[in-house]
């Protein structure tokens, strides 16, 4: 069993829905959860972090994480043609900087 | 100037050819990583340097050497590697303080697309 489960996808939404992704994990000891979008032909570009349970807001973006159930979510409201990516969880422990990586969902947002 | 650059963007080589990668950050940050990103897989930690020094290789074959001469430079000496080495080779770097790390997460360069022919 992988440590961070993700759907390759691709997930494919019209222009203006609400795009909603997630990852599973297996280690209870994970306690910072990130989001990456990555563009085609370019390195992941930092989007969402948290610490432990809860939720987090930035603009369109909204990160949840469910420790109880080792579920981390993103949602992204409104949602353009340019949001089209690869989007990729990652998550580390509260000590070291070893971050695991989940495998990526590739969006689709069409106008 | 991004925050971190790559160089090459593209690299072919063959099996039995020396090449390296190299790395710049423009962040003050104090540790740097090298990270494999293959088709249809999850990125994979090879190395982390924090302060210019090893701590952490991730099982990666001897065929890649590791170099960081200082904390904003990050190299990666290749050489005799296989095909299935090709890939794309991503530089991150990220300020860490310790256990009390409060967010300053990785960021990561454009990469290197390294086919091996």
């Known amino acids: 069993q992988k440590e961070v489960e993700q759907d390759p996808g691709p997930l494919s939404v019209p222009e203006g829905a609400i795009v909603s992704l997630n990852c599973t994990y297996s280690n209870s000891a994970f306690q910072y959860f990130m989001w990456y979008r990555q563009y085609s032909r370019k390195g992941p570009e930092l989007l969402m972090y948290?610490?432990?349970?809860g939720n987090k807001e930035d603009g369109r973006f909204t990160a949840q994480v469910d420790k109880s159930s080792k579920y981390i979510s993103l949602f992204i409201r409104d949602s353009q043609p340019s949001d089209s990516a690869t989007y990729l969880c990652?998550?580390?422990?509260?000590?070291?900087?070893?971050?695991?990586f989940g495998g990526g969902t590739r969006v689709l947002v069409k106008p | 100037e991004t925050g971190v650059t790559q160089t090459p963007r593209h690299l072919v080589m063959g099996m039995t050819n020396k090449k390296s990668l190299k790395c710049e950050q423009h962040?003050?940050?104090?540790?740097m990583y090298w990270y494999k990103q293959s088709a249809k897989k999850p990125l994979e930690l090879m190395f982390v340097?924090?302060?210019?020094?090893?701590?952490e290789n991730n099982s990666v074959p001897s065929r890649f050497s590791p170099e960081c001469p200082n904390s904003s430079h990050l190299f990666l000496h290749l050489h005799t590697l296989q095909p299935e080495d090709s890939a794309l080779y991503l530089c991150a770097s990220s300020q860490d303080e310790g256990a009390r790390r409060v967010g300053t997460e990785a960021f990561f360069g454009q990469g290197t697309r390294l086919t091996v022919v």
């Open positions: 962040l003050g940050h104090n540790a």
């Open positions: 948290t610490y432990s349970s």
């Open positions: 340097y924090n302060f210019k020094e090893q701590t």
């Open positions: 990652a998550m580390r422990r509260a000590a070291g900087n070893k971050l695991t």
